[in-house]
Each structure stands twice: as structure tokens, then as C-alpha cells.
């Protein structure tokens, strides 16, 4: 039984790539597995709406010659090669899906309102919003908490590489320890690099419940829709 009526998932698109790089830049087995969990989420009664980061892809600036401003309209395009394989996936899945996106390119995807995605989302689609917020210097995570408020979700889950937030990188401190809660003001207060600090001062102001937790976990998207501790809860 889902506990939540309608949510909006941000994965990683790092998370979307193989393990071996030299393989490319989408693990297409695992977007399957993704989209079937979607597929159980939607058929438990859960809307979910989708927002993907574009790191498998491109990742910040990459030289002196790029602009901060050209880079991340590299980022958008990139957010919407992978919007476009998710969409591939929860397709063959079976469940009907419209790509978004926050940047006019008609032959691609649709234009997004938040009007017409709440629409396709009451109509048991899923909606996969591309392009990010549309404008350069807001990231991915910002986006993903904007279209959380925008759509009336009731949280916002944050589906990445590792299985929480830690009070150090859990990869170089062996003692560093998962926390299961945290508030919006910890996070800007101690600059911690938990989510982007506008994302936080976003949801901390529209009061958006966010939970981090692992992709790669044994269906986990469907576990936190049901309701499930895992990983890191951030409120207020």
C-alpha cells in the first residue's frame, strides 16, 4: 500500500551509467529495473513524477574555454538524453510516459507547465521533466525540489549512489555515521554537501519532506513510496 498519493523522484544520472564507463553512458538493464519499480509504485496507486540529473553525461565545467552559463545548457541537454531512455523504459514497462521539459524543443518533448504535467499525472501517466529548471547556476536538485512544489507532491525522493546522508564521506572516514533525520537549517547553518544549499533554502521555505536514500538498494523506490525507512528524511 503506498503511503504517498503523488511524488516527485530525482535520480542520479550518474547512478544510470555502467559501472565501467568505458561501456557508455546508460546502463539500459538498469533503467529497466528502475522502471519496473516505477511501474509498481504507479500500479500501487503512487503519481510519480521524475526529474534526472545529467552527471553520466556532463558534469560542471570541464575547461577554462566553457562558461559557467554554457555549461550548464550542456547540463539541460544532457539531462534530456537520459529523461528521453527512462522514458524508453518505463514504456516498455507498460505504464504510459510524457517527457517535459523546462526548455522549448517541440520535436523532442513537450513544453512543461505544471498545469498539463498535473494533468498527465491524474491520468496514471508518469512525467519525466528534463532540462532542469530551465535557467543556468540552479542544479538539478533545486529543479527537483521547484517541481515537487509545483506539482503538489508530497515529498521529494532523492535517488542516489549512496544509501544516505553521513556526517563525513563514508568512502574516506570509516567512521563516519548515517543520519536518519535532518532539518533544512542544519544543512545551510553547517554547509553540509547533503543537497545543493538552494535546493535546502527551497524546501525549507515550501516546507517539502525530502528523503535521500540508495537506488541501487533492493527496490527501494518502491519501499520509501510505501513508506519505509531508508536512508536520510530532511524537513523542517
Same mark, same amino acid.
Given at each position: 500500500?503506498?503511503?504517498?498519493? +503523488?511524488?516527485?523522484? #530525482?535520480?542520479?544520472?550518474?547512478?544510470?551509467?555502467?559501472?565501467?564507463?568505458?561501456?557508455?553512458?546508460?546502463? *539500459?538493464? *538498469?533503467?529497466? =529495473?528502475?522502471?519496473?519499480?516505477?511501474?509498481?509504485?504507479? !500500479?500501487?496507486?503512487?503519481?510519480?513524477?521524475?526529474? %534526472?540529473?545529467?552527471?553520466?553525461?556532463?558534469?560542471?565545467?570541464?575547461?577554462?574555454?566553457? $562558461?559557467?552559463?554554457? @555549461?550548464?545548457?550542456?547540463?539541460?541537454?544532457?539531462?534530456?538524453?537520459?529523461?528521453?531512455?527512462?522514458?524508453?523504459?518505463?514504456?516498455?514497462?507498460?505504464?504510459?510516459?510524457?517527457?517535459?521539459?523546462?526548455?522549448?524543443?517541440?520535436?523532442?518533448?513537450?513544453?512543461?507547465? @505544471?498545469?498539463?504535467?498535473? #494533468?498527465?499525472? =491524474?491520468?496514471?501517466?508518469?512525467?519525466?521533466?528534463?532540462?532542469? @529548471?530551465?535557467?543556468?547556476?540552479?542544479?538539478?536538485?533545486?529543479?527537483?525540489?521547484?517541481?515537487?512544489? =509545483?506539482?503538489?507532491?508530497?515529498?521529494?525522493? *532523492?535517488?542516489?549512489? %549512496? !544509501?544516505?546522508?553521513?556526517?563525513?564521506?563514508?568512502?574516506?572516514?570509516?567512521?563516519?555515521?548515517?543520519?536518519?533525520?535532518?532539518?533544512?537549517?542544519?544543512?545551510? !547553518?553547517?554547509?553540509? #554537501?547533503?543537497?545543493?544549499? $538552494?535546493?535546502?533554502?527551497?524546501? +525549507?521555505?515550501?516546507?517539502?519532506?525530502?528523503?535521500?536514500?540508495?537506488?541501487?538498494?533492493?527496490? @527501494?523506490?518502491?519501499?520509501?513510496?510505501?513508506?519505509? #525507512?531508508?536512508?536520510?528524511?530532511?524537513?523542517?
Amino acid at each position: 500500500m503506498a503511503k504517498y498519493k +503523488r511524488v516527485l523522484l #530525482k535520480l542520479s544520472g550518474e547512478a544510470l551509467a555502467p559501472e565501467n564507463r568505458a561501456e557508455g553512458i546508460l546502463n *539500459f538493464d *538498469f533503467i529497466n =529495473e528502475v522502471a519496473q519499480q516505477i511501474k509498481k509504485c504507479v !500500479d500501487e496507486g503512487t503519481q510519480v513524477a521524475i526529474v %534526472i540529473g545529467g552527471g553520466n553525461i556532463w558534469r560542471g565545467a570541464k575547461g577554462v574555454q566553457v $562558461t559557467r552559463s554554457r @555549461s550548464d545548457n550542456m547540463g539541460m541537454l544532457a539531462t534530456t538524453i537520459n529523461s528521453l531512455a527512462v522514458k524508453t523504459g518505463v514504456e516498455n514497462a507498460g505504464v504510459p510516459c510524457e517527457v517535459m521539459s523546462a526548455l522549448p524543443m517541440d520535436k523532442i518533448a513537450e513544453y512543461y507547465t @505544471s498545469e498539463k504535467a498535473i #494533468k498527465y499525472l =491524474e491520468q496514471g501517466r508518469v512525467v519525466i521533466v528534463s532540462g532542469g @529548471s530551465g535557467n543556468p547556476y540552479f542544479s538539478t536538485d533545486t529543479a527537483a525540489v521547484l517541481r515537487a512544489a =509545483e506539482l503538489e507532491c508530497d515529498a521529494s525522493l *532523492f535517488a542516489k549512489n %549512496i !544509501d544516505g546522508i553521513y556526517t563525513a564521506d563514508p568512502k574516506v572516514d570509516k567512521d563516519a555515521k548515517k543520519l536518519d533525520k535532518l532539518t533544512y537549517t542544519e544543512i545551510i !547553518d553547517n554547509n553540509l #554537501k547533503a543537497i545543493d544549499l $538552494t535546493a535546502a533554502a527551497f524546501g +525549507r521555505e515550501n516546507n517539502i519532506d525530502l528523503i535521500v536514500f540508495g537506488l541501487k538498494e533492493d527496490n @527501494s523506490i518502491v519501499r520509501v513510496c510505501a513508506g519505509e #525507512k531508508l536512508g536520510t528524511v530532511i524537513s523542517n
